[in-house]
């Protein structure tokens, strides 16, 4: 069975106050740009317990102070994106279970939620509960729908994108399954493209297409991975999901964050990240290319807000 596999690279975007830890305390006045970053030999192999003397960080051509800089496996916010659309229906188990087999996989202080989308997207966590790194939760939530109606995938993408903000952790991932291509979105790929690249979400897409599907659109799928630092994947085997999805938890627990202050121009930055280690010889960074430079609401600005919303009561 043959299982195509595109591989890009990936940076994560917080604002935040530069801490020695994965545990970041969040401070609106600070941009922290966090860069999650998977190294590899000349063979492809992951290299793990690299130490912080081992980078180096270029941001438009300067080097960058590192700030921030945790080992493997940190824990991460991330959203499970499933397709429910009619086509779904005889890959609904597979599906499922593959969802489940990434949650299992992954480290256990993740904050994770869940989207499903048809025509609609929506939350499948309740409410009262935004967030959850319990896995019985997590598996109502997966398991709780019912196939039917067209694939709105980029407004899916940007209600994770949005809801995804409001998580801990400044490692954002999105793992998206779906079996077509969008056709009920309200929203534009661009808009989705831009919202995913401005909150720096990581997307790890699977397209499980069928032959003679005239939706499917693998190449929305690749574009998405490529501009957020992602990967996508197109199995031929529908068997191939599960493994996939572990691949994918593995892959992500196998990274390590790098962490600047960024800027506050309201524009895009190129960053290179170098590392050396005379015992593994050449190594191979992946990580995303550029990353955009919010402006930072400052203390003044939210003390003003919180005033208007008080008298407004």
């Known amino acids: 069975m043959r299982l195509v596999r595109i591989l ?3 940076l994560l975007f917080l604002r935040a106050m530069p801490v020695e830890s994965a545990q970041i305390t969040i401070h609106a006045d600070v941009n922290l740009v966090q860069l999650s970053v998977r190294v590899t030999d000349k063979n492809g192999r992951n290299v793990v317990g690299l130490s912080r003397d ?3 960080l270029m941001i438009d051509g300067k080097e960058q102070p590192i700030t921030v800089f945790n080992g493997e496996d940190g824990p991460v916010t991330a959203g499970i994106v499933i397709d429910n659309s009619a086509s779904m229906e005889p890959k609904r188990a597979e599906v499922i279970a593959a969802a489940m087999a990434f949650a299992r996989a992954s480290n256990t202080r993740d904050q994770m939620f869940v989207v499903h989308f048809n025509e609609r997207a929506r939350l499948g966590l309740p409410e009262r509960t935004p967030f ?3 896995i019985k939760e997590l598996e109502t939530a997966i398991s709780s729908f019912d196939v039917g109606g067209s694939t709105a995938l980029y407004d899916a993408i940007l209600l994770a994108q949005s809801h995804i903000r409001g998580g801990v952790y400044g490692r954002r991932i999105l793992l998206v399954i779906t079996d077509g291509g969008d056709n009920s979105s309200k929203a534009t790929l661009e808009e989705a493209v831009d919202a995913v690249a401005k909150a720096g979400v990581v997307i790890y897409a699977i397209g499980i297409y069928d032959p ?4 499917q659109n693998p190449k929305v799928l690749a574009h998405l991975a490529e501009v957020t630092g992602g990967e996508a994947f197109f199995p031929t085997a529908l068997s191939d999901i599960t493994r ?3 691949e994918i938890a593995a892959d992500v627990r196998r990274q390590y964050t790098i ?4 800027a506050d121009d309201n524009m895009y ?3 290179e990240v170098i590392a050396s280690d005379p015992k593994h010889g050449e190594l191979q960074v992946h990580t995303r290319p550029s990353y955009f430079a919010s ?5 003044a600005n939210r003390m003003q807000t919180k005033r208007k919303a008080r008298k407004k009561k």
Do not use: L, M, V, Y
Request: overall charge positive; some cysteine.
């Open 8 to 10: 890009f690279s990936g």
């Open 212 to 215: 003679n599907d005239k939706d």
């Open 295 to 299: 402006k930072p609401r400052s203390s």
């Open 54 to 56: 081992a980078f180096r």
């Open 132 to 134: 959850t790194g319990k």
């Open 244 to 246: 996939i999805c572990e």
């Open 259 to 262: 962490g600047f202050a960024g």
């Open 269 to 271: 930055h190129q960053i």
